[in-house]
């Protein structure tokens, strides 16, 4: 799909959520070629950091599109299937063998933050937004997609994050735990390739073992 773009650059490797006109909202289609895409920078040796990053500069990704919820998640074997398809994106993006880095403009939300969350690093511009907006669509989520919510932001905050369904500033983010750094929106890009291309000169064997560990 021309929504999902994968590149690569020397080293560093590129998943673009290219879905601008609706704030880079993603599909069950979008996910399963995200996972294309990550599964190909996971065989390629030459890719030694994965960069995660939304088209254009008012979002990361929204969340998902729920213009496709009426014909995706209406009965429970829908969910089930909507569930097997973003659950196996996360699955390969938590289990490639590289780091991997959410850089974040505008905004994050649902299961925006989800993949964020699955990265191992999140960069993120001070204009970012962060928020689990389900309390106000009446949706749940299951364990498995909490989990890295409740690891980095410990379960207190992360009821305060689905309880109250507001939006984090990226510099609450950071405070919370959510973001690693915050940068003007100008600098962004720099400071992310830098950082990437510091991690893929590191030894990859040495960070597949902290990975795993």
């Known amino acids: 799909t021309d929504k999902i773009l994968g590149t690569k650059q020397g080293a560093i490797g590129f998943l673009t959520f290219n879905n601008p006109e609706k704030l880079n909202a993603i599909s069950p289609e979008m996910t399963q ?26 979002a990361f990704v929204s969340g998902g599109d729920i213009s496709k919820y009426e014909g995706n998640r209406a009965t429970p ?36 933050l989800a993949i964020a969350l699955n990265c191992d690093l999140r960069i993120c511009s001070e204009d970012a937004q962060f928020g689990v907006p389900a309390a106000r669509l009446g949706i749940g989520y299951s364990a498995e997609s909490l989990g890295q919510l409740i690891e980095l ?15 984090y500033t990226a510099y609450e983010a950071h405070r919370i735990g959510l973001v690693n750094h ?26 597949l073992s902290a990975k795993r560990v």
Do not use: H
């Not at 196996?88 to 403009?105: E, H, N, Y």
């Open 182 to 207: 915050v940068l003007q929106a100008t600098m962004l890009e720099a400071f992310v390739n830098t950082y990437a291309e510091t991690m893929a000169n590191n030894a990859p064997l040495s960070i």
């Open 77 to 112: 074997e829908q969910i089930a299937a909507y569930t097997k398809i973003t659950a196996g994106f996360r699955t390969s993006l938590r289990g490639i063998g590289k780091p991997t880095i959410a850089m974040i403009r505008g905004w994050c939300l649902g299961g925006g």
């Open 153 to 167: 932001a410990g379960p207190s905050i992360a009821k305060e994050i689905l309880f109250t369904a507001r939006r």
């Open 33 to 58: 070629a995200a996972a294309a895409v990550i599964d190909d920078f996971a065989a390629d040796p030459a890719v030694r950091v994965v960069v995660l990053k939304g088209a254009g500069s008012k």
